[in-house]
C-alpha cells in the first residue's frame, strides 16, 4: 500500500506499514493523524499526533527525500 495523503487511511482503524522487524503504525481520527514507530527488537517510537496538513507536508518531505536520494 502507498501513502500519498491522509485520505489514503482508513478512518478510525490502526493500519500497520513495514515488515516484520519495524514498521509505522498509522491511526487516522476526525481531527488528525498518530503515527508511531514500532521495532521488533528496540524501544517504540514516541507517537507524533498530526494535522492532517502536517501529515501531507511530513509524506511529501519523505517523498522528496527518498527522490533525491535515488537520484544521487
Not at 15 to 41: E, T
Request: aromatic share 10%.
Amino acid at each position: 500500500m502507498k501513502i500519498i495523503t491522509h485520505k489514503d487511511l482508513p478512518m478510525n482503524q490502526t493500519l500497520f506499514l513495514g515488515n516484520d522487524q519495524i514498521c509505522n503504525r498509522y491511526f487516522r481520527s476526525a481531527d488528525g493523524v498518530d503515527v508511531q514507530r514500532i521495532s521488533r527488537w528496540a524501544k517504540d517510537g514516541d507517537t507524533q499526533r498530526m494535522t492532517y496538513a502536517e501529515f501531507d507536508a511530513w509524506l511529501a518531505e519523505i517523498r522528496r527525500i527518498a527522490k533525491s536520494e535515488m537520484v544521487a
